[in-house]
C-alpha cells in the first residue's frame, strides 16, 4: 500500500519529483480516478498526434504531386519566369511535413515513456497495452523515418530530372 511520501514523478529527471503530491493529499480511490482520467487524456493525446502524423504524408504527397503537375504542364511559362528552383518545392515541403511528423513522433515517444511507467504502478504485476507493445515500436518508427526519406528522396529526384 501506498504511504504518504509517495510522489509523482516523471521521466523527466530521474528521481525528482515534478510535483510532489503526497497519498494524504488524495481522498480515497481519488488518486486511482485521477491516474485513469490522465491515461484516457493521453492516449487521446497520442491518437490526435497519429492522426496528424498521417495526415502530414498526405498533404506532403498531395502537394508534391499538385507542384509537379503545375510545373509540368506550365514548363514553358515557368522557365520564363525564372521558376527554375520551383522544382525543389515538393523537396523542400515534403521536408518540412517530415519534420512535423518527427517532433509530434518524439512527443508520443514522450508520452508513451510515461504511460508505460503509470500502467506499471497502476497494472499490479500485470501487463498492460503499454508494455504489450514496447518491443514493437522502434521498427514502426524506423519504417516511418524510412518513409518520409523515400519521399523526400523521389521528390529531389523528380525535381532534379525535370529542371534539367
Avoid at 135 to 160: E, H, N, R
Wanted: aromatic fraction near 12%.
Amino acid at each position: 500500500m501506498a504511504t504518504n511520501t509517495d510522489t509523482v514523478t516523471s521521466q523527466a529527471k530521474p528521481n525528482e519529483p515534478i510535483v510532489a503530491i503526497r497519498d494524504a493529499d488524495f481522498v480515497p480511490g481519488q488518486r486511482v480516478t485521477f491516474h485513469i482520467e490522465e491515461f484516457k487524456a493521453l492516449k487521446t493525446e497520442i491518437g490526435e498526434l497519429v492522426k496528424a502524423s498521417l495526415a502530414n504524408v498526405q498533404y506532403a504527397l498531395l502537394m508534391s504531386g499538385g507542384i509537379f503537375t503545375w510545373l509540368i504542364t506550365h514548363k514553358d511559362s515557368a522557365e520564363k519566369s525564372g521558376l527554375e528552383l520551383a522544382w525543389y518545392l515538393p523537396a523542400v515541403i515534403s521536408v518540412f511535413f517530415g519534420v512535423l511528423s518527427a517532433v509530434g513522433y518524439v512527443r508520443i515517444g514522450t508520452m508513451a515513456v510515461y504511460l508505460l511507467e503509470l500502467e506499471r504502478n497502476m497494472a499490479c504485476g500485470r501487463r498492460g497495452w503499454e508494455s504489450y507493445f514496447q518491443p514493437q515500436t522502434s521498427w514502426f518508427g524506423g519504417i516511418y523515418g524510412l518513409a518520409w526519406l523515400a519521399l523526400i528522396v523521389v521528390d529531389a529526384f523528380i525535381g532534379w530530372r525535370l529542371a534539367t
